[in-house]
């Protein structure tokens, strides 16, 4: 059972364990963690080959009620956050919705800064669940709307004293907090030799990678990002896809962690998606559908046997308007054949701006900053 006295005492260390859950939960945070998994082949890989989905929308509000929950809490044990003070965090969607939880767990007002790319749904659901939303107009002239949202983030905390920002871009909390997931997966499956995971702040593929080494030294980790995103030296573009992604290189992001990164492309991730719910009924969003390409090509391409895990932070019903939404989706041009059955090989970020599905073997922190400025793991 979970140690209820978490919840109720601030200062208490967070649970960074595999641990069972509770047979009746008491308090909705008790519902985060212990995810299932569910094997998934084909179209994405022939007969007898797969790979493992770990369905982290299974949570009350998906994969990141679990560094919400975490980051909070330290927090709140370190004095950085004092009781009933507000917390202000720029987000797609997914924190937000986890900062909701944490908001209402831990008893704080909750400003969740955002743009117009938010889809209405989750402005709505936000809102129900008590927390604002505050969306940023114009983006940033180089650093885009991440840029717009985080110096939003920063007027906001200066105009209300004792306001926190857990900055999920830096805060090492938002790695540790997967420690559990990566215990999860040991318990779930014993080895696992290959992990796909989708990179935004660089958070859970960098805490489940670290967490996985120890029992799975010989993992290969295969980060995904979005055509047009900045994390891993591309030039910044306009991104449709949300969650995954950055126009900013976030001091979360392990890059010494990660193997090879491939580039996927708006249009392949809603076949992939849209393959998903009507094979498998488990589906999700943008990152979803990037990792499940990634994932089945990794189950196709390597010996039979290996034990290969996606991360799917999210279920599908946000993307309803987005992704599963024929006129939207048509209008976007996102609708042609499916993607290759191979990504473009590079050796190298900068060999060319990959528009479509593209790996590169070779993963380098594109600002070179040495390991000390970078979050330690
Ligand atoms: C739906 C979704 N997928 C993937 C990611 C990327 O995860 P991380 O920030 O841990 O790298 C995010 C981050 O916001 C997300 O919301």
Known sequence: MHDLSLLDDPGAVAPIAFAPPPLVARRP???????????????????????FAKLEGRNPGGIKDRPALHMIRQARGRGDLLPGAP???????????????????????????????MEPAVVRLLGSLGAEVDQVEVPHPRGGWQEARRERVAQLLAARPGAYCPDQYANPDNVVAYRPLAGELTAQLGRVDVLVAAVG???????????????????????????????????????LMRGLGSSIHPANVDYAAFHEVHWVAPAEAVWACRRLARRHHASGGWSVGAVALVAGWAARTMPPGTRIVAVFPDGPFRYLGTVYDDAWCEQHGLLGGPPPQEPRTVRSYDECRATSWTRCTEVVDPLRRSPDVLVAR
Do not use: M
Request: charged share 10%; glycine share 20%; no cysteine.
């Open 201 to 239: 702040t660089g958070g859970h593929s960098a805490g489940i990678a670290a967490g996985l080494r120890e029992a799975s030294p010989g993992l290969r980790v295969i980060g995904v990002d979005s055509v047009g995103s900045a994390i891993f030296g591309q030039p910044p573009g306009t991104r």
């Open 87 to 117: 917390i202000v965090e720029s987000s797609s969607g997914t924190l937000g919705l986890g900062l909701a939880l944490a908001g209402q767990t831990y008893g704080h007002p909750v400003t969740v800064v955002t743009d117009p790319g």
């Open 29 to 51: 945070a008790q519902l985060v963690g212990n995810t299932p998994l569910l094997w998934i082949d084909q179209p994405f890989a022939q007969p007898g080959k797969g790979f």
